[in-house]
């Protein structure tokens, strides 16, 4: 799909976050990947929007849950990562 809006999939990935209306904060100390994330001048059709809210999420198990966050959350599957209990 992001060779469709001739974009990498990185942008795609930031671009689908943005039009759901989350905070998108992409981590890169490469500046070329922070300018390319950056260029997020094109939209996704509800089609493909449609599309991509269809992809079932992996479970990589408690790598699912984000390490950053310092409170609980669920994996995708709906369990409290282990490092969180």
Known sequence: MAAKYKVSVPQL???????????????????????????????ILDDDMATLKQVKPLNYGSASVDPVFGGKLKSYDGQTGSENK
Request: glycine share 4%.
């Open 13 to 43: 990935a930031i671009r689908y976050d943005w039009q759901l209306g989350t905070v998108v904060l992409p981590k890169t100390v490469n500046p070329e990947h922070m300018k390319t994330n950056a260029e997020l001048d094109f939209e």
